[in-house]
Structure formats: structure tokens, C-alpha cells
């Protein structure tokens, strides 16, 4: 396992006054793929969302504990959540793109981030996005088509190219393959596969046999609760904890 990228310490999640993620401790290493499993309502997507801030924008959800990325606590008050997400991407379950064209799909974080110093610098961010995101000889006739007319496997690589573009280090995947078909599954998880040489990969997925293909390190969640995380080999093959055996095995889920 790859130094740590992300480090969760006694992480509690609230809403309201329901305990939704009950004193989390993990690690995600730089560089690797990790998945969290477990059942429905089980707490993975809450916990997943913790490492950007996503639950910030819920107004009844209380964060505790510390969440690091590059030792760095990113609860501190002084920490802009804003550049966090920049740092640590999401693509969620069902394809999101923007009610624009393809090319500004991949091109509204680094113009909103100044990160292109001319038109062209632009348009070479944004081939490169979508070449990495496995898109780029699909569309690259038709980048002024709006984004939301490609296939559902199109879009949510296309998700994929518009975080890949502001050029994150860590990339949190919900469920990312959950709407999709046989094919365009594969795809994105060849993808996932490209895409840990150069980002810290992070996925939440009901499929054990994805996370089993995917991921070198698996976090299996229950009731939100860490219930063990080990490697994926180790995990699948000889879990420690009897409840992580009941799960795998199809017992309940």
C-alpha cells in the first residue's frame, strides 16, 4: 500500500440527531484505487462525500473528527472548500453534464480557475481531458454538440474529463457505473484503472465483483460503521470479521 493521500480519524457524520457514520478510521493510499462496500444506506456515499465537503451543503449535517489530505486537516475553518473540490473531484451515480457543448463541459473549471492562459491553452486542456477520460475520438468532430446529447456511458465519461481537467489528486467515484450498460461499465473501469497512475482513486460501489476488479484496497461498511478494510485479494478471499464474511457471500446486502 502507497503512502497515505487521505486520512480519516475518528469521523462521525450527523444528521440531526441521527448517527450516520459512528468513528471511522482509514486511509486511502496516494496513487491506488479504494472502494467502500457494503449495503444500501450503510453510510459509504455519506463518508465519501465527507473527503470534498460535499455535506456541507446539507444544513442539517455535522461533521466530526479529522478528515487529512496531505496531513493537511481539511475541516480547518482556513481551508476554502472551493479549492478542496478543485484538489478532490467527484463523479457521481447518474451522468451530470452541464446544459452546454461538450467543449465547455470540460473547459468551465480551468476557465473558472484561470488555470488557461489563452484560447489555445484551453483547447489543449481540454483534449487532453477528454483523451484521458477515453472520450476524445468520440467527440472531437462534434465539440460544439451540447454534452447532454451523447449516450449515458458518453456522458458520464464526459463527467469524467471535466473533473480530470481542473487537475485534481484525488478523484471520489459514488456508484459511477450504476446506470450504465454491461459495455460502458467496462469502460469506465478500464478507465479507473488508466486514471491510478496519476490520481488517488476513490469509489463507492454496490458490486462487489467491480470492487473485487477495480480496487487494490476495499473499506466494507455496515450500519456506519468501518467494519474492516484490508486489501482487495485479502478482503474477498479471507476476510477477518464475520460480518465482512456474511456480506461477501451474499448472506444479506
Not at 70 to 92: H, K, Q, S, W
Request: charged fraction near 25%; glycine fraction near 8%.
Amino acid at each position: 500500500m502507497s503512502a497515505s493521500k487521505i486520512s480519516a480519524r475518528a469521523c462521525n457524520v450527523f444528521y440531526g440527531d441521527t448517527h450516520a457514520i459512528k468513528g471511522v478510521n482509514v486511509d486511502i493510499g496516494s496513487k491506488s484505487v479504494t472502494a467502500f462496500i457494503g449495503p444500501s444506506g450503510c453510510g459509504k456515499s455519506t463518508f465519501l462525500r465527507c473527503l470534498n465537503r460535499m455535506n456541507d451543503t446539507i444544513d442539517t449535517c455535522r461533521v466530526e473528527g479529522t478528515i487529512t489530505l496531505d496531513g493537511e486537516n481539511i475541516y480547518d475553518p482556513r481551508v476554502d472548500p472551493v479549492t478542496l473540490r478543485a484538489r478532490v473531484g467527484m463523479v457521481f451515480q447518474k451522468p451530470n453534464p452541464f446544459p452546454k457543448s461538450i467543449f465547455d463541459n470540460v473547459a468551465y473549471g480551468p476557465k473558472i480557475h484561470g488555470m488557461a492562459k489563452s484560447k489555445s491553452d484551453l483547447r489543449d486542456i481540454v483534449e487532453n481531458a477528454l483523451r484521458r477520460a477515453a472520450i476524445w475520438d468520440e467527440v472531437k468532430d462534434r465539440l460544439d454538440a451540447p454534452g447532454t446529447g451523447l449516450s449515458g456511458g458518453q456522458q458520464q465519461r464526459l463527467c469524467i474529463a471535466r473533473s480530470i481537467a481542473v487537475r485534481p489528486e484525488v478523484i471520489l467515484f459514488d456508484e459511477p457505473t450504476s446506470a450504465l450498460d454491461p459495455i460502458s461499465t467496462l469502460k469506465i473501469e478500464e478507465l479507473i484503472d488508466e486514471l491510478k497512475r496519476d490520481f488517488t482513486i476513490a469509489i463507492v460501489t454496490h458490486n462487489m465483483q467491480q470492487a473485487a476488479r477495480c480496487a487494490d484496497q476495499v473499506a466494507f461498511f455496515y450500519l456506519g460503521e468501518l467494519i474492516e478494510v484490508a486489501p482487495a485479494a485479502q478482503l474477498f478471499t479471507a476476510p477477518k470479521h464475520p460480518k465482512t464474511q456474511e456480506y461477501i457471500t451474499g448472506r444479506f446486502g
